[in-house]
Protein backbone atom coordinates (compact mmCIF):
# COMPACT_ATOMS: atom_id res chain seq x y z
CA UNK A 1 0.00 0.00 0.00
CA UNK A 2 1.23 3.59 -0.95
CA UNK A 3 1.56 6.24 1.60
CA UNK A 4 -1.53 7.71 -0.26
CA UNK A 5 -3.70 5.24 0.84
CA UNK A 6 -5.99 4.11 3.67
CA UNK A 7 -4.85 1.05 6.12
CA UNK A 8 -5.78 -2.25 4.54
CA UNK A 9 -8.60 -4.35 6.48
CA UNK A 10 -6.27 -7.22 6.05
CA UNK A 11 -4.19 -4.96 8.33
CA UNK A 12 -6.12 -3.68 11.44
CA UNK A 13 -6.33 -5.54 14.49
CA UNK A 14 -9.75 -5.82 16.37
CA UNK A 15 -9.93 -3.64 19.61
CA UNK A 16 -8.89 -5.93 22.07
CA UNK A 17 -11.84 -8.06 23.34
CA UNK A 18 -13.26 -8.57 19.91
CA UNK A 19 -10.73 -11.53 19.09
CA UNK A 20 -12.48 -13.91 16.81
CA UNK A 21 -15.65 -10.63 15.70
CA UNK A 22 -15.71 -12.25 12.24
CA UNK A 23 -17.62 -15.45 13.25
CA UNK A 24 -20.68 -14.09 14.40
CA UNK A 25 -21.22 -12.53 11.35
CA UNK A 26 -22.18 -13.93 8.11
CA UNK A 27 -19.31 -15.48 5.52
CA UNK A 28 -20.24 -13.45 2.49
CA UNK A 29 -19.95 -10.01 5.06
CA UNK A 30 -16.64 -9.92 5.88
CA UNK A 31 -12.52 -9.55 4.06
CA UNK A 32 -12.37 -13.28 3.82
CA UNK A 33 -8.63 -14.50 3.65
CA UNK A 34 -8.26 -16.30 0.75
CA UNK A 35 -9.85 -12.79 -1.54
CA UNK A 36 -7.21 -10.71 -0.26
CA UNK A 37 -5.70 -9.48 -3.14
CA UNK A 38 -9.10 -9.01 -5.12
CA UNK A 39 -10.58 -6.88 -1.93
CA UNK A 40 -7.55 -4.54 -1.41
CA UNK A 41 -7.79 -3.76 -5.11
CA UNK A 42 -11.29 -1.88 -4.32
CA UNK A 43 -11.72 1.26 -2.33
CA UNK A 44 -14.27 0.96 0.59
CA UNK A 45 -15.62 3.95 2.54
CA UNK A 46 -17.51 3.83 5.59
CA UNK A 47 -20.92 4.39 5.74
CA UNK A 48 -21.35 6.17 8.98
CA UNK A 49 -24.12 8.33 7.50
CA UNK A 50 -26.74 5.30 8.02
CA UNK A 51 -24.56 2.88 10.28
CA UNK A 52 -23.19 5.03 12.46
CA UNK A 53 -22.38 2.79 15.44
CA UNK A 54 -21.06 -1.05 15.60
CA UNK A 55 -24.01 -3.17 13.82
CA UNK A 56 -25.21 -6.57 15.88
CA UNK A 57 -25.77 -9.74 13.85
CA UNK A 58 -29.41 -9.70 13.35
CA UNK A 59 -29.15 -5.83 12.37
CA UNK A 60 -27.40 -6.54 8.83
CA UNK A 61 -30.72 -6.59 7.42
CA UNK A 62 -30.62 -3.06 7.57
CA UNK A 63 -27.43 -2.45 5.12
CA UNK A 64 -27.84 -5.98 3.28
CA UNK A 65 -31.63 -5.65 2.48
CA UNK A 66 -31.42 -1.74 1.73
CA UNK A 67 -27.49 -1.50 -0.28
CA UNK A 68 -29.10 -4.84 -2.39
CA UNK A 69 -32.39 -3.28 -3.11
CA UNK A 70 -30.41 -0.29 -4.42
CA UNK A 71 -28.14 -1.98 -6.61
CA UNK A 72 -31.21 -4.08 -7.76
CA UNK A 73 -32.97 -1.34 -8.86
CA UNK A 74 -29.79 0.27 -10.69
CA UNK A 75 -28.48 -2.51 -12.58
CA UNK A 76 -31.90 -4.41 -13.21
CA UNK A 77 -34.28 -2.84 -13.15
CA UNK A 78 -34.04 0.92 -14.50
CA UNK A 79 -30.68 -0.03 -15.96
CA UNK A 80 -29.43 3.25 -15.27
CA UNK A 81 -26.42 3.44 -17.80
CA UNK A 82 -24.01 4.77 -15.57
CA UNK A 83 -24.55 3.54 -12.44
CA UNK A 84 -24.58 -0.51 -11.04
CA UNK A 85 -24.79 -1.23 -7.10
CA UNK A 86 -22.72 -0.85 -4.16
CA UNK A 87 -20.81 -4.02 -2.73
CA UNK A 88 -20.77 -4.02 1.28
CA UNK A 89 -18.70 -5.42 4.10
CA UNK A 90 -18.85 -5.47 7.74
CA UNK A 91 -15.04 -4.52 9.42
CA UNK A 92 -14.82 -4.50 12.65
CA UNK A 93 -18.60 -3.94 13.30
CA UNK A 94 -18.64 -0.88 10.93
CA UNK A 95 -20.42 -1.01 7.11
CA UNK A 96 -17.93 -0.56 4.38
CA UNK A 97 -19.18 0.25 1.29
CA UNK A 98 -17.28 0.05 -2.79
CA UNK A 99 -19.18 1.43 -5.62
CA UNK A 100 -19.76 -1.23 -8.38
CA UNK A 101 -18.87 0.87 -11.46
CA UNK A 102 -20.61 0.14 -15.09
CA UNK A 103 -17.99 -1.24 -17.36
CA UNK A 104 -17.52 1.72 -20.43
CA UNK A 105 -18.59 -0.45 -23.35
CA UNK A 106 -21.72 -1.42 -21.73
CA UNK A 107 -23.03 2.21 -21.12
CA UNK A 108 -24.90 2.80 -24.31
CA UNK A 109 -26.11 -0.69 -24.07
CA UNK A 110 -28.13 0.48 -21.42
CA UNK A 111 -29.25 3.43 -22.52
CA UNK A 112 -32.84 2.33 -24.37
CA UNK A 113 -33.86 0.22 -21.44
CA UNK A 114 -33.38 3.20 -19.06
CA UNK A 115 -35.26 5.68 -20.89
CA UNK A 116 -37.72 3.45 -21.79
CA UNK A 117 -38.36 2.61 -18.19
CA UNK A 118 -37.29 5.80 -16.32
CA UNK A 119 -39.57 7.57 -18.63
CA UNK A 120 -42.78 5.88 -17.72
CA UNK A 121 -42.39 6.48 -14.06
CA UNK A 122 -41.08 10.01 -14.89
CA UNK A 123 -44.24 10.41 -17.38
CA UNK A 124 -47.06 8.75 -14.83
CA UNK A 125 -44.96 10.12 -11.42
CA UNK A 126 -48.37 10.75 -9.47
CA UNK A 127 -50.77 7.50 -10.57
CA UNK A 128 -47.57 5.20 -9.77
CA UNK A 129 -46.41 7.00 -6.39
CA UNK A 130 -50.53 6.50 -5.48
CA UNK A 131 -50.42 2.76 -6.34
CA UNK A 132 -46.74 2.44 -4.53
CA UNK A 133 -48.44 3.91 -0.77
CA UNK A 134 -51.21 1.52 -1.18
CA UNK A 135 -48.27 -0.74 -1.16
CA UNK A 136 -46.93 0.19 1.58
CA UNK A 137 -49.15 0.17 3.91
CA UNK A 138 -50.63 -3.19 2.87
CA UNK A 139 -46.96 -4.41 3.77
CA UNK A 140 -47.21 -2.47 6.93
CA UNK A 141 -50.40 -3.96 7.87
CA UNK A 142 -49.44 -7.34 6.87
CA UNK A 143 -46.03 -7.01 9.40
CA UNK A 144 -48.57 -5.46 12.02
CA UNK A 145 -50.83 -8.50 11.88
CA UNK A 146 -47.76 -11.08 12.66
CA UNK A 147 -47.82 -12.60 16.29
CA UNK A 148 -45.01 -14.43 17.78
CA UNK A 149 -47.23 -15.38 20.93
CA UNK A 150 -45.79 -18.30 23.34
CA UNK A 151 -46.74 -21.97 22.14
CA UNK A 152 -50.03 -23.03 23.84
CA UNK A 153 -50.33 -26.52 25.91
CA UNK A 154 -52.09 -28.10 23.41
CA UNK A 155 -53.51 -27.70 19.38
CA UNK A 156 -56.56 -26.00 19.83
CA UNK A 157 -59.71 -27.99 19.75
CA UNK A 158 -61.69 -26.29 17.01
CA UNK A 159 -58.32 -26.79 14.68
CA UNK A 160 -58.51 -30.58 15.50
CA UNK A 161 -61.95 -30.62 14.46
CA UNK A 162 -61.85 -28.62 11.73
CA UNK A 163 -59.15 -31.13 10.09
CA UNK A 164 -56.65 -28.29 9.64
CA UNK A 165 -53.66 -30.61 10.01
CA UNK A 166 -51.06 -28.19 11.21
CA UNK A 167 -50.19 -26.46 14.78
CA UNK A 168 -49.21 -23.05 15.96
CA UNK A 169 -45.80 -24.18 15.30
CA UNK A 170 -45.93 -23.75 11.89
CA UNK A 171 -47.83 -20.93 11.85
CA UNK A 172 -45.16 -19.51 14.68
CA UNK A 173 -42.52 -21.00 12.21
CA UNK A 174 -44.49 -18.99 9.08
CA UNK A 175 -44.75 -15.34 10.68
CA UNK A 176 -41.37 -15.18 11.40
CA UNK A 177 -40.00 -16.20 7.59
CA UNK A 178 -42.88 -13.42 6.55
CA UNK A 179 -41.32 -10.86 9.00
CA UNK A 180 -38.12 -11.33 6.92
CA UNK A 181 -39.70 -11.67 3.73
CA UNK A 182 -42.17 -8.53 4.35
CA UNK A 183 -39.24 -6.28 5.19
CA UNK A 184 -37.23 -7.53 1.99
CA UNK A 185 -40.45 -6.47 0.11
CA UNK A 186 -40.38 -3.12 1.58
CA UNK A 187 -37.10 -2.28 0.62
CA UNK A 188 -37.27 -3.13 -3.00
CA UNK A 189 -40.43 -0.87 -2.55
CA UNK A 190 -38.05 1.50 -0.94
CA UNK A 191 -35.86 2.65 -4.15
CA UNK A 192 -38.58 2.07 -6.59
CA UNK A 193 -38.66 5.90 -6.52
CA UNK A 194 -35.74 6.85 -5.28
CA UNK A 195 -33.15 6.42 -7.31
CA UNK A 196 -35.03 7.97 -9.86
CA UNK A 197 -35.32 11.21 -7.80
CA UNK A 198 -31.58 11.23 -7.64
CA UNK A 199 -31.00 10.80 -11.56
CA UNK A 200 -33.46 13.48 -11.95
CA UNK A 201 -32.33 15.94 -9.92
CA UNK A 202 -28.65 15.11 -11.06
CA UNK A 203 -29.89 15.12 -14.67
CA UNK A 204 -31.02 19.07 -13.43
CA UNK A 205 -27.55 19.47 -11.31
CA UNK A 206 -25.14 18.56 -14.72
CA UNK A 207 -27.12 20.38 -17.09
CA UNK A 208 -26.86 23.68 -14.67
CA UNK A 209 -23.00 22.45 -14.08
CA UNK A 210 -22.97 23.04 -18.43
CA UNK A 211 -25.13 25.89 -18.99
CA UNK A 212 -24.09 28.07 -16.31
CA UNK A 213 -20.09 27.88 -15.82
CA UNK A 214 -19.40 28.42 -12.16
CA UNK A 215 -22.75 27.98 -10.92
CA UNK A 216 -22.23 27.28 -6.79
CA UNK A 217 -23.64 23.62 -5.97
CA UNK A 218 -26.10 25.42 -3.50
CA UNK A 219 -27.74 27.05 -6.17
CA UNK A 220 -29.07 24.14 -7.49
CA UNK A 221 -29.93 22.62 -4.54
CA UNK A 222 -31.71 26.10 -3.72
CA UNK A 223 -34.02 25.91 -6.58
CA UNK A 224 -35.82 23.15 -5.28
CA UNK A 225 -36.54 24.14 -1.75
CA UNK A 226 -39.31 24.84 -0.08
CA UNK A 227 -41.56 21.94 -1.35
CA UNK A 228 -43.96 20.30 1.23
CA UNK A 229 -42.62 17.22 2.59
CA UNK A 230 -44.16 14.38 4.41
CA UNK A 231 -41.32 13.95 6.61
CA UNK A 232 -41.93 17.19 8.40
CA UNK A 233 -45.39 16.10 9.29
CA UNK A 234 -44.31 14.53 12.55
CA UNK A 235 -42.55 17.79 13.57
CA UNK A 236 -45.43 19.90 12.19
CA UNK A 237 -47.67 17.22 14.77
CA UNK A 238 -46.00 18.57 17.48
CA UNK A 239 -46.23 21.83 16.52
CA UNK A 240 -49.19 21.94 16.54
CA UNK A 241 -49.78 20.07 20.06
CA UNK A 242 -47.98 22.48 21.63
CA UNK A 243 -49.98 25.77 20.46
CA UNK A 244 -52.77 23.94 21.53
CA UNK A 245 -51.34 23.17 24.92
CA UNK A 246 -50.66 27.02 25.07
CA UNK A 247 -54.21 27.83 23.97
CA UNK A 248 -56.00 25.69 26.80
CA UNK A 249 -53.74 26.98 29.53
CA UNK A 250 -52.07 23.20 29.82
CA UNK A 251 -48.80 24.52 29.56
CA UNK A 252 -48.22 24.53 33.05
CA UNK A 253 -48.17 20.61 33.05
CA UNK A 254 -44.86 20.52 30.42
CA UNK A 255 -42.78 22.77 32.94
CA UNK A 256 -40.77 19.46 33.81
CA UNK A 257 -41.27 16.17 31.70
CA UNK A 258 -40.47 12.94 32.77
CA UNK A 259 -37.96 10.83 30.99
CA UNK A 260 -38.70 7.81 31.70
CA UNK A 261 -42.03 6.23 29.96
CA UNK A 262 -43.93 5.26 33.12
CA UNK A 263 -43.79 8.86 34.37
CA UNK A 264 -44.37 10.01 30.84
CA UNK A 265 -47.73 7.93 31.36
CA UNK A 266 -48.53 9.65 34.83
CA UNK A 267 -48.05 12.88 33.00
CA UNK A 268 -51.08 12.16 30.37
CA UNK A 269 -52.92 11.14 32.50
CA UNK A 270 -52.80 14.82 34.40
CA UNK A 271 -53.66 16.71 31.17
CA UNK A 272 -56.33 14.18 30.39
CA UNK A 273 -57.65 15.25 33.85
CA UNK A 274 -57.31 18.92 33.37
CA UNK A 275 -59.80 21.47 31.88
CA UNK A 276 -59.46 21.37 28.24
CA UNK A 277 -57.17 18.25 28.60
CA UNK A 278 -59.53 15.55 26.80
CA UNK A 279 -59.47 17.48 24.00
CA UNK A 280 -55.58 18.14 23.76
CA UNK A 281 -55.93 14.25 24.22
CA UNK A 282 -57.58 13.56 21.56
CA UNK A 283 -55.38 15.71 19.47
CA UNK A 284 -52.24 13.82 20.80
CA UNK A 285 -53.62 10.51 19.85
CA UNK A 286 -54.73 11.66 16.58
CA UNK A 287 -51.18 12.47 15.69
CA UNK A 288 -50.12 9.68 16.65
CA UNK A 289 -51.08 7.08 13.85
CA UNK A 290 -49.02 7.22 11.75
CA UNK A 291 -47.05 10.06 12.69
CA UNK A 292 -45.72 8.84 15.83
CA UNK A 293 -43.47 6.04 14.29
CA UNK A 294 -41.21 8.01 14.10
CA UNK A 295 -37.28 7.40 15.59
CA UNK A 296 -34.93 9.78 17.18
CA UNK A 297 -32.31 7.15 15.66
CA UNK A 298 -32.19 5.71 12.03
CA UNK A 299 -34.35 3.09 11.38
CA UNK A 300 -31.71 0.64 11.37
CA UNK A 301 -31.00 -0.56 14.77
CA UNK A 302 -32.82 -2.86 17.22
CA UNK A 303 -32.57 -0.22 19.87
CA UNK A 304 -34.09 3.00 17.90
CA UNK A 305 -36.50 4.35 20.14
CA UNK A 306 -40.25 5.60 18.49
CA UNK A 307 -42.28 8.39 19.89
CA UNK A 308 -44.73 5.59 19.74
CA UNK A 309 -43.23 3.24 22.51
CA UNK A 310 -41.62 6.32 23.82
CA UNK A 311 -43.73 9.70 24.93
CA UNK A 312 -41.39 10.98 26.68
CA UNK A 313 -39.67 11.95 23.80
CA UNK A 314 -42.14 13.46 21.95
CA UNK A 315 -43.27 15.40 25.35
CA UNK A 316 -39.91 16.97 26.08
CA UNK A 317 -39.98 18.37 22.49
CA UNK A 318 -43.24 19.82 22.88
CA UNK A 319 -42.21 21.07 26.01
CA UNK A 320 -39.41 22.93 24.33
CA UNK A 321 -41.64 24.32 21.77
CA UNK A 322 -44.36 25.78 24.47
CA UNK A 323 -41.02 27.36 26.18
CA UNK A 324 -40.28 28.62 22.70
CA UNK A 325 -44.14 29.91 22.02
CA UNK A 326 -44.05 31.51 25.76
CA UNK A 327 -40.94 33.36 24.91
CA UNK A 328 -42.39 35.28 21.96
CA UNK A 329 -40.64 33.03 19.26
CA UNK A 330 -41.64 31.65 15.67
CA UNK A 331 -41.28 27.70 15.66
CA UNK A 332 -42.66 27.43 12.01
CA UNK A 333 -40.58 26.94 9.26
CA UNK A 334 -40.31 30.25 7.27
CA UNK A 335 -41.62 28.34 4.02
CA UNK A 336 -42.26 31.28 2.19
CA UNK A 337 -38.70 32.94 2.74
CA UNK A 338 -37.53 30.00 0.83
CA UNK A 339 -40.03 29.91 -1.74
CA UNK A 340 -39.02 33.53 -2.40
CA UNK A 341 -35.71 32.71 -2.65
CA UNK A 342 -35.87 29.31 -4.53
CA UNK A 343 -37.83 31.62 -7.54
CA UNK A 344 -35.44 34.39 -7.50
CA UNK A 345 -32.11 32.22 -8.35
CA UNK A 346 -34.12 30.26 -10.75
CA UNK A 347 -35.51 33.57 -12.65
CA UNK A 348 -31.85 35.02 -12.07
CA UNK A 349 -30.08 32.25 -13.71
CA UNK A 350 -33.23 31.95 -16.37
CA UNK A 351 -32.92 35.17 -17.98
CA UNK A 352 -28.81 33.64 -18.59
CA UNK A 353 -30.28 31.52 -21.37
CA UNK A 354 -31.48 31.28 -24.66
CA UNK A 355 -34.95 29.98 -25.87
CA UNK A 356 -33.68 26.60 -26.45
CA UNK A 357 -31.78 26.02 -23.34
CA UNK A 358 -34.52 27.96 -21.07
CA UNK A 359 -37.22 24.88 -22.52
CA UNK A 360 -34.52 22.42 -21.60
CA UNK A 361 -33.97 23.84 -18.26
CA UNK A 362 -37.35 24.36 -17.33
CA UNK A 363 -38.45 21.23 -18.26
CA UNK A 364 -35.58 19.82 -16.25
CA UNK A 365 -36.46 21.49 -13.07
CA UNK A 366 -39.72 20.68 -13.45
CA UNK A 367 -39.14 17.10 -13.01
CA UNK A 368 -36.76 17.62 -10.39
CA UNK A 369 -39.05 19.59 -8.81
CA UNK A 370 -42.01 16.69 -8.95
CA UNK A 371 -40.01 14.19 -7.93
CA UNK A 372 -37.43 16.04 -5.04
CA UNK A 373 -39.83 15.35 -2.37
CA UNK A 374 -39.72 11.71 -2.46
CA UNK A 375 -36.00 11.90 -1.60
CA UNK A 376 -36.91 12.60 2.31
CA UNK A 377 -40.66 11.11 2.10
CA UNK A 378 -39.78 7.55 1.82
CA UNK A 379 -38.04 8.03 5.01
CA UNK A 380 -41.17 8.20 6.75
CA UNK A 381 -42.80 4.98 5.27
CA UNK A 382 -40.08 2.99 5.47
CA UNK A 383 -37.01 3.80 7.70
CA UNK A 384 -39.24 4.89 10.23
CA UNK A 385 -43.10 3.52 9.77
CA UNK A 386 -42.21 0.39 7.96
CA UNK A 387 -38.84 -0.60 10.24
CA UNK A 388 -40.65 0.80 13.49
CA UNK A 389 -43.39 -2.02 13.00
CA UNK A 390 -40.65 -4.89 12.00
CA UNK A 391 -38.40 -3.53 14.97
CA UNK A 392 -41.13 -4.26 17.70
CA UNK A 393 -42.28 -7.48 16.21
CA UNK A 394 -38.57 -8.73 16.04
CA UNK A 395 -38.60 -7.83 19.82
CA UNK A 396 -41.40 -9.61 20.92
CA UNK A 397 -40.20 -12.37 19.39
CA UNK A 398 -36.93 -12.08 21.14
CA UNK A 399 -38.94 -11.45 24.42
CA UNK A 400 -40.81 -14.91 23.97
CA UNK A 401 -37.66 -16.42 23.59
CA UNK A 402 -36.03 -15.01 26.61
CA UNK A 403 -39.46 -15.71 28.55
CA UNK A 404 -37.92 -19.71 27.39
CA UNK A 405 -34.55 -19.65 28.62
CA UNK A 406 -32.96 -18.61 25.20
CA UNK A 407 -31.18 -15.77 26.53
CA UNK A 408 -30.27 -13.72 29.48
CA UNK A 409 -32.39 -10.35 28.32
CA UNK A 410 -35.75 -9.55 26.50
CA UNK A 411 -33.65 -8.10 23.39
CA UNK A 412 -30.24 -10.49 23.21
CA UNK A 413 -32.01 -12.15 20.07
CA UNK A 414 -29.92 -9.20 18.06
CA UNK A 415 -26.58 -10.94 19.14
CA UNK A 416 -27.91 -14.07 16.56
CA UNK A 417 -27.97 -13.98 13.16
CA UNK A 418 -31.34 -13.61 11.36
CA UNK A 419 -30.60 -17.49 10.16
CA UNK A 420 -29.79 -18.40 13.09
CA UNK A 421 -32.48 -17.05 15.04
CA UNK A 422 -35.22 -19.67 12.59
CA UNK A 423 -32.90 -22.28 13.90
CA UNK A 424 -33.27 -21.33 17.80
CA UNK A 425 -37.42 -20.89 16.49
CA UNK A 426 -36.75 -24.45 15.17
CA UNK A 427 -35.46 -25.61 18.27
CA UNK A 428 -37.99 -24.05 20.27
CA UNK A 429 -40.75 -25.66 18.57
CA UNK A 430 -39.05 -29.20 17.99
CA UNK A 431 -39.00 -29.03 21.89
CA UNK A 432 -42.62 -28.33 22.24
CA UNK A 433 -44.05 -30.85 19.29
CA UNK A 434 -42.15 -33.88 21.32
CA UNK A 435 -42.49 -32.59 24.34
CA UNK A 436 -38.91 -32.43 25.43
CA UNK A 437 -36.96 -28.93 26.47
CA UNK A 438 -35.42 -27.03 23.70
CA UNK A 439 -31.44 -27.02 23.25
CA UNK A 440 -31.48 -23.53 23.20
CA UNK A 441 -31.01 -22.45 26.45
CA UNK A 442 -28.31 -24.70 27.58
CA UNK A 443 -26.26 -22.90 24.58
CA UNK A 444 -27.12 -19.22 23.55
CA UNK A 445 -27.12 -17.80 27.32
CA UNK A 446 -23.05 -18.26 27.06
CA UNK A 447 -22.93 -17.50 23.18
CA UNK A 448 -24.67 -14.16 23.73
CA UNK A 449 -22.56 -13.13 26.60
CA UNK A 450 -19.95 -13.77 24.51
CA UNK A 451 -20.64 -11.83 21.19
CA UNK A 452 -22.24 -9.00 23.26
CA UNK A 453 -18.16 -8.65 25.00
CA UNK A 454 -17.28 -8.45 21.53
CA UNK A 455 -19.89 -5.85 20.27
CA UNK A 456 -19.09 -3.86 23.15
CA UNK A 457 -14.99 -4.17 22.34
CA UNK A 458 -15.79 -3.12 18.51
CA UNK A 459 -17.74 -0.04 20.18
CA UNK A 460 -14.47 1.26 21.95
CA UNK A 461 -13.10 2.32 18.11
CA UNK A 462 -14.33 4.43 15.95
CA UNK A 463 -13.89 3.24 12.28
CA UNK A 464 -11.47 4.44 9.70
CA UNK A 465 -13.42 6.54 7.41
CA UNK A 466 -12.45 4.44 4.28
CA UNK A 467 -9.75 1.43 3.48
CA UNK A 468 -7.15 0.94 1.15
CA UNK A 469 -6.42 2.87 -2.07
CA UNK A 470 -8.91 5.48 -3.22
CA UNK A 471 -9.36 5.74 -7.15
CA UNK A 472 -7.78 9.03 -9.10
CA UNK A 473 -11.06 10.61 -9.16
CA UNK A 474 -14.32 9.77 -7.92
CA UNK A 475 -16.95 9.91 -10.61
CA UNK A 476 -19.91 7.87 -9.12
CA UNK A 477 -22.99 9.83 -8.98
CA UNK A 478 -24.54 8.51 -5.96
CA UNK A 479 -21.20 8.67 -3.92
CA UNK A 480 -20.86 11.63 -4.44
CA UNK A 481 -24.44 13.07 -3.81
CA UNK A 482 -25.31 10.98 -1.34
CA UNK A 483 -22.36 10.35 0.75
CA UNK A 484 -20.10 13.50 0.18
CA UNK A 485 -17.06 11.16 -0.80
CA UNK A 486 -15.71 13.72 -2.95
CA UNK A 487 -11.72 13.95 -4.22
CA UNK A 488 -11.50 17.03 -2.03
CA UNK A 489 -12.55 15.05 0.68
CA UNK A 490 -10.81 12.01 0.60
CA UNK A 491 -7.24 13.99 0.41
CA UNK A 492 -8.84 15.93 3.65
CA UNK A 493 -9.13 12.56 5.44
CA UNK A 494 -5.49 11.38 4.12
CA UNK A 495 -3.54 14.70 5.67
CA UNK A 496 -2.95 15.24 1.84
CA UNK A 497 -4.61 18.18 1.06
CA UNK A 498 -3.64 21.70 2.75
CA UNK A 499 -4.41 21.34 6.72
CA UNK A 500 -5.08 24.42 9.18
CA UNK A 501 -4.75 23.67 12.94
CA UNK A 502 -8.52 23.93 14.29
CA UNK A 503 -9.89 23.69 11.19
CA UNK A 504 -12.64 21.06 9.09
CA UNK A 505 -13.49 21.15 5.52
CA UNK A 506 -16.84 19.31 4.08
CA UNK A 507 -19.27 19.93 1.82
CA UNK A 508 -20.75 23.19 1.49
CA UNK A 509 -24.05 22.22 2.41
CA UNK A 510 -26.24 24.57 3.19
CA UNK A 511 -25.66 28.35 2.96
CA UNK A 512 -24.67 31.26 5.62
CA UNK A 513 -22.32 31.58 8.36
CA UNK A 514 -22.51 30.93 12.33
CA UNK A 515 -20.54 31.16 15.32
CA UNK A 516 -21.82 29.93 18.61
CA UNK A 517 -20.85 27.04 21.24
CA UNK A 518 -20.45 23.25 19.95
CA UNK A 519 -22.72 20.81 21.19
CA UNK A 520 -21.24 17.05 19.94
CA UNK A 521 -23.85 14.27 20.48
CA UNK A 522 -22.59 11.24 19.45
CA UNK A 523 -26.66 9.41 19.36
CA UNK A 524 -29.76 10.71 20.04
CA UNK A 525 -30.39 9.72 23.77
CA UNK A 526 -28.47 13.20 24.19
CA UNK A 527 -30.41 15.64 22.16
CA UNK A 528 -32.02 16.78 25.25
CA UNK A 529 -28.34 18.35 26.20
CA UNK A 530 -29.05 20.30 23.21
CA UNK A 531 -29.30 24.57 24.24
CA UNK A 532 -30.53 27.34 22.85
CA UNK A 533 -27.70 28.92 20.60
CA UNK A 534 -25.38 26.50 20.40
CA UNK A 535 -24.14 24.49 16.61
CA UNK A 536 -24.72 20.87 16.79
CA UNK A 537 -21.49 18.65 16.23
CA UNK A 538 -22.23 15.12 15.37
CA UNK A 539 -21.01 12.27 13.40
CA UNK A 540 -24.32 12.40 11.32
CA UNK A 541 -27.98 13.43 12.09
CA UNK A 542 -31.36 11.94 11.59
CA UNK A 543 -34.23 13.43 9.98
CA UNK A 544 -36.95 13.50 13.37
CA UNK A 545 -34.06 15.48 15.00
CA UNK A 546 -36.50 18.34 13.36
CA UNK A 547 -37.55 19.63 17.13
CA UNK A 548 -33.88 20.78 17.95
CA UNK A 549 -33.22 22.50 14.51
CA UNK A 550 -35.21 25.68 15.95
CA UNK A 551 -32.62 26.05 18.85
CA UNK A 552 -29.00 25.15 17.00
CA UNK A 553 -27.46 28.04 14.95
CA UNK A 554 -26.06 25.13 12.48
CA UNK A 555 -25.06 22.11 12.06
CA UNK A 556 -21.69 19.94 11.35
CA UNK A 557 -21.57 16.08 10.15
CA UNK A 558 -19.01 14.06 9.72
CA UNK A 559 -20.33 12.69 6.48
CA UNK A 560 -22.81 13.15 4.01
CA UNK A 561 -23.16 15.08 0.72
CA UNK A 562 -25.13 17.82 -1.04
CA UNK A 563 -28.36 15.21 -1.06
CA UNK A 564 -28.13 13.65 2.71
CA UNK A 565 -30.74 14.34 5.13
CA UNK A 566 -28.57 16.86 7.12
CA UNK A 567 -27.77 18.89 3.75
CA UNK A 568 -31.80 18.52 2.80
CA UNK A 569 -33.03 19.26 6.23
CA UNK A 570 -30.69 22.23 7.31
CA UNK A 571 -31.13 24.08 3.80
CA UNK A 572 -35.44 23.63 4.45
CA UNK A 573 -34.69 25.45 7.92
CA UNK A 574 -32.42 27.75 6.29
CA UNK A 575 -29.41 26.99 8.19
CA UNK A 576 -25.84 27.05 7.46
CA UNK A 577 -24.00 23.69 7.16
CA UNK A 578 -20.70 21.61 6.57
CA UNK A 579 -21.16 18.04 5.83
CA UNK A 580 -18.44 15.46 5.28
CA UNK A 581 -15.84 16.69 7.18
CA UNK A 582 -14.71 13.03 8.17
CA UNK A 583 -13.63 14.22 11.67
CA UNK A 584 -15.27 17.05 13.47
CA UNK A 585 -17.62 14.99 16.46
CA UNK A 586 -14.18 13.00 17.13
CA UNK A 587 -12.18 16.37 17.54
CA UNK A 588 -14.50 19.21 18.57
CA UNK A 589 -15.47 19.24 21.95
CA UNK A 590 -18.49 20.60 23.67
CA UNK A 591 -18.78 24.02 24.69
CA UNK A 592 -15.97 25.17 22.00
CA UNK A 593 -16.79 28.24 20.01
CA UNK A 594 -16.85 27.45 16.49
CA UNK A 595 -17.39 29.12 13.26
CA UNK A 596 -19.66 27.49 10.36
CA UNK A 597 -19.33 28.76 6.87
CA UNK A 598 -21.61 27.12 5.17
CA UNK A 599 -20.78 28.80 2.06
CA UNK A 600 -17.37 27.54 1.64
CA UNK A 601 -17.58 24.20 3.46
CA UNK A 602 -15.44 25.12 6.06
CA UNK A 603 -15.42 24.63 10.10
CA UNK A 604 -13.11 26.90 12.52
CA UNK A 605 -12.50 26.26 16.27
CA UNK A 606 -12.24 30.07 17.85
CA UNK A 607 -11.56 28.58 21.10
CA UNK A 608 -9.70 25.62 21.62
CA UNK A 609 -10.15 25.84 25.59
CA UNK A 610 -13.33 24.01 26.44
CA UNK A 611 -13.08 20.58 28.17
CA UNK A 612 -16.53 19.00 26.65
CA UNK A 613 -17.02 15.80 25.66
CA UNK A 614 -16.28 14.43 21.79
CA UNK A 615 -18.64 12.56 19.68
CA UNK A 616 -16.36 9.29 20.23
CA UNK A 617 -16.74 9.28 23.64
CA UNK A 618 -20.32 10.07 23.67
CA UNK A 619 -20.54 6.66 21.44
CA UNK A 620 -19.79 4.80 23.74
CA UNK A 621 -22.54 2.32 24.49
CA UNK A 622 -24.81 3.83 22.26
CA UNK A 623 -24.95 0.12 20.99
CA UNK A 624 -27.05 -1.10 23.78
Known sequence: MTAKSFPSPYEQQPAPGAEGWKDIYAYNLVFQDNRRAEEEAKFWFCDSQHWPTVTKPFETIGFEFAVKCLGQYNARHLRIPTANGIEFRIHNGYVFMSPVAVPEDQVEARVPDFMERAGHYFRNWDSLLDNWHGKIRGTIKEIEALDFSALPEKVATEDILAGKGTGP?????????????????????????????????????????????????????????????????????????????VELELDAL?????????????????????????????????????????????????????????????????AGYIDRLKAGQDIDRNVAELVAERDRITEEYS???????????????????TVYPYVENHNFYIEHWTMGVFWRKARQLSKMLHDQGFWPQENDMFYLRRDEVREALFDYVTGWSVGAAPIGPDYWPAEVERRRGMVDALAQERP?????????????????????????????????GETVEGEFKGMAASAGVAEG??????????????????????????????????????????????????AIVCREYGMPAVTGTGTASAEIRTGQIIRVDGNNGVVTVLDKTATGETGTESLEGSHA
Request: with cysteine; proline share 7%; aromatic share 12%.
Open 351 to 369: ELLDPEDLEAFQGKLGLAR
Open 464 to 496: QPALNTPPAVITEPFTLMLWGITDDQIQNWLGA
Open 169 to 245: NTDLLAAYDSLIALAYRAWQYHFEFLNLGYVAYLDLFMFCKSVFPGIPDQAIAKMVQGVDMELFRPDDELKKLAKLA
Open 517 to 566: PARVIGNSDQLSEVQDGEILVAPVTAPSWGPIFGKIRATVTDIGGMMSHA
Open 254 to 318: FRDVPADTAAAGDLLAAIAAADGGDRWIGSWTEAQDPWFNFTTGNGFYAHDKYWLDYPEIPLGFI
